[in-house]
């Protein structure tokens, strides 16, 4: 299992946790997910974000 798949599973986990039913639980589930693999992306490598943070800085 690598990082990206831990990461979404972790969101998903997350999700499942905060929410219990409704449109509104799908939403939060979906909305947890979507972070989870953002994370597992980014800690795995796949998803460099140093260039953004760089960018962010030089505009200050």
């Known amino acids: 299992m690598n990082t ?3 990461g979404l599973a972790a969101g ?4 499942f946790a905060a929410a219990f039913g ?3 639980a799908f939403v939060l589930v979906l ?3 979507a972070i989870g693999l953002l994370v597992g992306r980014i800690l795995g490598g796949q998803l460099d974000v140093s260039a953004l943070i760089a960018d962010q800085r030089n505009r200050r």
Request: no cysteine; proline share 0%.
């Open 12 to 15: 998903i986990a997350l999700g």
């Open 31 to 33: 909305l947890f997910g």
């Open 22 to 24: 409704g449109f509104y």
């Open 4 to 6: 990206t798949t831990l």
